[in-house]
């Protein structure tokens, strides 16, 4: 870092290289820096429930170390696989246990970031209190690569749930699915870890594509619901779904009996990744907004694209979170077309106060957009905290804030 430094050469970091914003991709005649080989476990400390990494460790080594010990590293997201601690810490991530844990900024308790004069800024302490001053850590989470490089984290760990009840459920709309939503946080609390919302047409593509004719529920519903709670007896669960069809909330479900069903639950909502692939050219949006405008959005945005997208929009996503992922199937990409479907989605969302990016981060692909989600004096605020720690401009140069 000092060396690029010296010379002004542009640095992109690249860690599992799995971020959906183009945040990692490379610019000319600059160094893509890996953390590849900077990977692996450096301590658990089950006492003070935490643990210590290298940045380029995947999200999986995490996940199972904390596991050998009777505890759990919340964060999870589809690409854990490839993931790693410095990826998800740069882009924040959410994934699917946000309405029960936060994202990633809530897990991390200290921080050693190189900055981009090479001055090493290590707080590897393990407090979850520690009110001396400003929490520096704060303003590398998220940044995606342009303040600073993480090399190290002590992330927090919580104890692993002795139960976990998930259920699948066929609602007739969305309005269902919030009345749902509103019921489950009441009867569960904090123990509702989960609850992703799937519109029709992604569940048909997506159970097609998983279950092979051994899908839990009939089909022909307006909302999909997965549902999931931790640490809850299964009679409680069972009682509550029970209420839900009695009054007509749920009109069908179905609760996972084995570790094999949870994965096959799992696995139609986690296709996310894999009907990218089936449906062709597309755009990706991740859109957030309050769970409670979800339903009309998809309407709009449904009527705003009828002209525009080559078939049928997926919806499908983190409903408990406000967060929506949207597939827009597209006939190429072609620079002005592009620009009007993300025009009209965006302008839908600015108009209702939404953000443009829920959780996968601005990157390349949004930073051009940056401007319908955060006001002028945000931005050049960003600007300032930028040139204050990065003065030459060459970390990740021409990502997140809009030139
Ligand atoms: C199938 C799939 C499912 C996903 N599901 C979710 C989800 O549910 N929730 C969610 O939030 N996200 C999700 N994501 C996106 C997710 O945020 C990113 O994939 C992940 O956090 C990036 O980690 P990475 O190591 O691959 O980073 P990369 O893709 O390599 O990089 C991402 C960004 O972080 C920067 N960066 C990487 N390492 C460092 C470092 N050490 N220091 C500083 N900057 C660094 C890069 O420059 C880039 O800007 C999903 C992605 C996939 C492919």
């Excluded at 971020?19 to 600059?30: M, Q, R, W």
């Excluded at 992330?155 to 459920?169: F, G, I, M, S, W």
């Excluded at 983190?318 to 620009?339: A, F």
């Amino acid at each position: 870092m000092r060396l690029c430094n010296q010379y002004e050469l542009p640095i992109v970091p690249q860690g599992g290289l799995t971020g959906l914003s183009g945040g990692a991709v490379p610019v000319s005649g600059g160094v893509a820096l890996s953390t590849d080989r900077m990977s692996g476990i450096i301590s658990v400390d089950p006492d003070n429930f935490c643990l210590t990494a290298w940045a380029g460790t995947p999200l999986e080594t995490v996940q199972n170390a904390a596991r050998e010990f009777g505890l759990e590293y919340p964060v999870d997201i589809g690409a854990r696989g490839s993931a790693t601690v410095g990826g998800t810490i740069a882009t924040n991530a959410g994934g699917i246990r946000v309405i029960r844990h936060g994202m990633t900024r809530q897990h991390v308790l200290g921080l050693e970031v190189v900055l981009a004069d090479g001055t090493v800024l290590s707080n590897l302490r393990s407090m979850i209190k520690d009110n001396a001053g400003y929490d520096l850590k704060q303003i590398f989470i998220g940044s995606e690569g342009t303040l600073g490089i993480v090399t190290r984290a002590v992330l927090k760990l919580c104890p692993a749930p002795t139960q976990r009840n998930t259920a699948l459920l066929g609602l007739a709309d969305y309005a269902s699915g919030l009345a749902c939503l509103g019921s489950a946080r009441r009867s569960f609390e904090a123990q509702l870890t989960a609850f992703e919302g799937m519109w029709p047409y992604y569940w048909d593509l997506a159970t097609s594509m998983k279950l092979s004719g051994r899908a839990p529920l009939k089909g022909g519903h307006g909302l999909y619901v997965l549902l999931e709670t931790s640490g809850h007896d299964l009679a409680a669960f069972e009682e509550w779904l029970a209420e839900c069809f009695e009054s007509g909330l749920v009109e069908d479900g179905a609760i996972a009996q084995s570790l094999s069903d949870i994965n096959d639950f799992w696995s139609v909502r986690e296709a996310i990744g894999e009907v990218d692939h089936v449906i062709g050219p597309h755009l990706n949006f991740d859109i957030g907004l309050q769970p409670s405008a979800l339903g009309e959005f998809v309407s709009v945005c449904e009527a705003a694209l009828t002209d525009l997208a080559t078939g049928p929009t997926l919806y499908v996503g983190h409903i408990g979170d406000g967060n929506l992922h949207v597939i827009v199937p597209v006939r190429e990409h072609s620079n002005d077309y592009v620009w009007e479907i993300e025009n009209r989605v965006f302008g839908i969302l600015s108009e209702r106060e939404g953000t443009v990016t829920a959780e996968h981060g601005v990157g390349l692909l949004k930073r051009d957009w940056l401007n319908r989600t955060r006001r002028p004096e945000e931005i050049q605020l960003m600007r300032h905290l930028k040139s204050c720690l990065d003065p030459k401009s060459l970390l990740n140069p021409g990502k997140v804030i809009p030139t």
